[in-house]
């Protein structure tokens, strides 16, 4: 092509019926046209229909919600680790009842009697609670990290 020239790409559908403008194109010999019969290529349409929306998750989707993420990269059941770190200033009797408080969350939510449990020490101030226990959902997941993190104590948990 020369510089000035008209160079519009036509949006040629799927459906491959013989008529129209896409069919005249061809016809016509335009060498833009020759051996394209789509202009658009399956990668575009696989953005536009991204863009308008066509493979969005159902319901709610926002940073606020149970997770389609976590709950399209496990299959569950799944055993998943919880780490929990508390604030109990080296108080043998919060330690005790920050560990109960923890416990009590877990196997009330996933009700699993086999869990793994660990308590360390952090420092002076700190105690990291690790537990891996079955869960069957990413909403069982959200779930106890939610009522771990409303523990006082709590400074961080993942």
């Excluded at 016509?28 to 953005?47: A, Q, V």
């Excluded at 104590?153 to 993942?158: L, Y």
Aim: proline share 3%.
């Amino acid at each position: 092509g020369t510089l000035g020239q008209d160079h519009r790409i036509s949006m040629v559908s799927d459906n491959s019926s013989g008529s129209g403008e896409e069919s005249s194109q061809a016809e016509s010999g335009d060498p833009r046209s020759e051996g394209r019969k789509h202009d658009m290529t399956d990668r575009f349409k696989y953005k536009v229909n991204a863009l308008m929306g066509t493979y969005d998750p159902v319901g709610e989707d926002n940073e606020r919600q149970d997770g389609n993420i976590l709950q399209a990269m496990i299959y569950f059941p799944a055993n998943f680790t919880f780490t929990a770190v508390g604030k109990t200033n080296g108080d043998e009797a919060l330690v005790n009842d920050y560990v109960d408080a923890v416990k009590a969350i877990v196997k009330d939510t996933a009700g699993d009697e086999d869990a793994r449990w660990e308590v360390l020490p952090r420092g002076q101030k700190f105690t990291k609670i690790e537990c891996e226990v079955e869960v069957q959902s990413a909403t069982m997941i959200s779930s106890i990290q939610d009522d771990i993190s409303k523990l006082e104590q709590t400074v961080m948990n993942f």
